[in-house]
């Protein structure tokens, strides 16, 4: 071998071998955990209210597992704007006032959590409230649906459960009182005003029937799950705060009068036969004739909707 080839061999097995340093990996983002809980708001005309609400919501213990949505329904305040306030939360903002079960099934069909807590603007829950309902519905499965106890800045229980609506009650509902002291109570029928529901119930209900207007889903969607021999549950150590708050004006009590009688006559039409449905509306229309009520009268002998719509009672 030539000299200057033998040394050139050895110049290379003498050089030190660098290796690269591997390129950086980019750092990647932590994926935000997925929503177990849509906190679904209502809302109209009602900021005070609905700005409290959501702060409480804010303030919820596990807040990274809840959605909140409010759909407002035409509010003419600030309600659709609040968002600004509140930055990680959505407004679906609605061009009218649709009603409340044609909202709850709007915010239903955009909810991404595995339960719903179906709220109203007047409720401010603890930070404890929607944990608590979420570790029930967990723990058991025969529970559909449960509800924390409302009550006032006095402690005292507001109205929120009820019997189911008879032909023979009309449209008296019998308000019920749960043992304060109880850990969980089983009740026919609890309100939307806080109402926390497995979301795939309602789905496989085929969301809220739309023949209800304001009144009357909320009765539904309760007599469905007693119907599928499950449960609603009140949990009277589950507590919210509620503050009452009616954002209608006086012109507006006859269409809300006439879309309640309505509800009835849809939840007797669907659960007890169209005659019977029949015979409650001409009786609420006689009442509302003899007591010179005249508007009232003629929304109940159109079947007049919150919305403005006639309902089909079949």
């Known amino acids: 071998?030539?000299?200057?080839?033998?040394?050139?061999?050895?110049?290379?097995?003498?050089?030190?071998?660098?290796?690269?340093?591997?390129?950086?990996?980019?750092?990647?983002?932590?994926q935000a955990p997925a929503k177990k809980v849509t906190a679904l708001v209502f809302s109209y005309d009602s900021a005070p209210a609905l700005r409290r609400c959501l702060t409480a919501l804010e303030g919820s213990n596990d807040?990274?597992?809840?959605?909140?949505l409010v759909v407002d329904c035409g509010s003419h305040d600030e309600s659709p704007q609040l968002d600004s306030e509140f930055s990680d939360i959505?407004?679906?903002?609605?061009?009218?006032?649709?009603?409340?079960?044609?909202a709850f099934n709007i915010g239903t069909r955009t909810a991404t959590g595995e339960y719903l807590f179906f709220l109203t603007p007047e409720v401010e829950v603890l930070p404890t409230t929607i944990p608590a309902l979420l570790a029930r519905l967990e723990s058991d499965s025969e529970v559909v649906a449960a509800c924390p106890l409302?009550?006032?800045?006095?402690a005292q229980p507001a109205t929120q459960f009820y019997r189911l609506p008879t032909p023979e009650t009309g449209a008296d509902l019998i308000a019920v009182q749960v043992d304060k002291t109880a850990e969980s109570v089983a009740v026919e029928y609890a309100s939307f005003q806080a109402l926390f529901v497995r979301k795939y119930f309602v789905k496989g209900i085929n969301f809220l029937d739309e023949r209800y207007g304001d009144f009357g889903a909320d009765?539904?969607?309760?007599?469905?799950?007693r119907r599928s021999a499950r449960k609603t549950l009140a949990l009277p150590q589950v507590t919210?705060?509620?503050?009452?708050?009616?954002?209608?004006?006086?012109?507006?009590?006859?269409?809300?009068?006439?879309?309640?009688?309505?509800g009835f006559a849809v939840y007797f039409a669907k659960?007890?036969?169209?005659?019977?449905?029949?015979?409650?509306?001409?009786?609420?229309?006689?009442?509302?004739?003899?007591?010179?009520?005249?508007?009232?009268?003629?929304a109940i002998i159109s079947g007049t909707k919150i919305d403005g719509t006639q309902s089909e009672i079949l």
């Open 1 to 30: 071998m030539p000299i200057a080839t033998k040394r050139k061999e050895e110049a290379k097995k003498a050089a030190p071998i660098i290796e690269a340093e591997p390129a950086p990996q980019p750092e990647q983002e932590e």
């Open 63 to 68: 807040r990274a597992l809840i959605e909140i």
């Open 90 to 102: 959505t407004i679906l903002r609605l061009p009218r006032y649709f009603g409340r079960t044609k």
């Open 150 to 154: 409302l009550v006032n800045t006095e």
């Open 219 to 225: 009765a539904e969607i309760c007599f469905q799950i």
């Open 240 to 262: 919210a705060l509620y503050t009452p708050n009616s954002p209608y004006s006086e012109t507006s009590k006859s269409v809300l009068a006439a879309d309640r009688i309505n």
């Open 271 to 298: 659960h007890y036969g169209f005659v019977t449905s029949l015979f409650f509306r001409i009786k609420s229309a006689l009442k509302a004739l003899f007591s010179l009520h005249l508007p009232l009268f003629g």
